[in-house]
């Protein structure tokens, strides 16, 4: 995929491997949508539909969307109704009465389109319910992998390809797209990692690596893993994440 939304190219396999706590740790935010029997949700930037799935479970008609064709397979292959769909310009009208996403609102850097097709597909009154990277998230990997890149004259802030806002800064956004505000919060949670910083790298940190000769990448992340290393890597060889996340629940007002 090669997308406003995410600059790496996802694979199903790799991801399950590397990343499978992503969705698991999801549970909280679905619990707060409270999918209800009938209802028509979208779930925006769906994966490979393993939180999908549980809202069908729930009764829901739900439609997944993502801008990965491979992630899209993948929930297709669950028996899914999902759609390759770019989250910055949803087309579909007063369609739902709930949006749900998870961890994947951070990978959409044009916050303000997002959220204008999320209004536009919300029936009156419907509501939003998210969670995704806040700001200081991952913070630590970010300044590591900016320093291997400066190293070699790279300006790395220009590779980050993430959008971690404040609680402030998403609340009013919210709110000119025509939202209540429900609840919003910063929750920081620390985040273990199942393969390791290496395989969180091999699958979050693609876009850092682009502007390196293929020659250098292995180099330039093995540097990365030794700066992190005192500070994500305890004294067992157990990798933890420096994972902060905004948590939100809003809904359509009237004259939205």
């Avoid at 790496?8 to 029997?37: C, H, I, K």
């Avoid at 770019?86 to 579909?92: E, I, Q, T, V």
């Avoid at 190293?151 to 609680?167: K, L, S």
């Amino acid at each position: 995929m090669n997308s406003p939304e995410q600059l790496n190219t996802w694979q199903p396999e790799s991801y399950d491997r590397n990343a499978r706590f992503v969705s698991e740790l999801g549970e909280p935010v679905l619990a707060m949508l409270r999918p209800v029997a009938g209802e028509r949700i979208l779930d925006l930037g769906c994966g490979d539909g393993v939180l999908t799935e549980k809202v069908a479970v729930a009764g829901a008609a739900v439609v997944g969307v993502d801008a990965s064709e491979a992630m899209i397979a993948a929930a297709r292959a669950r028996g899914l109704d999902a759609r390759v769909t770019n989250g910055h310009s949803l087309r579909f009208e007063r369609e739902f009465d709930a949006v749900f996403s998870n961890a994947a609102l951070h990978w959409m850097r044009e916050p303000d389109n997002v959220l204008a097709g999320v209004a536009r597909a919300l029936k009156p009154g419907g509501r939003f319910v998210g969670e995704f990277g806040g700001h200081g998230c991952v913070a630590a990997i970010i300044v590591a992998l900016e320093a291997v890149l400066a190293r070699r004259g790279i300006n790395g802030a220009a590779q980050i390809p993430w959008y971690f806002p404040t609680a402030d800064d998403y609340r009013e956004r919210l709110e000119r797209a025509g939202f209540a505000v429900d609840y919003i919060a910063i929750i920081p949670r620390p985040t273990p990692l199942p393969t390791g910083i290496e395989g969180w790298l091999d699958t979050f940190a693609e876009n850092f690596l682009r502007p390196l000769q293929p020659a250098d990448r292995r180099k330039a992340l093995a540097e990365a893993i030794e700066l992190l290393r005192p500070v994500l890597c305890d004294e067992r060889g157990r990798w933890t994440a420096d994972y902060i996340r905004l948590r939100f629940a809003a809904h359509l007002t009237a004259q939205a």
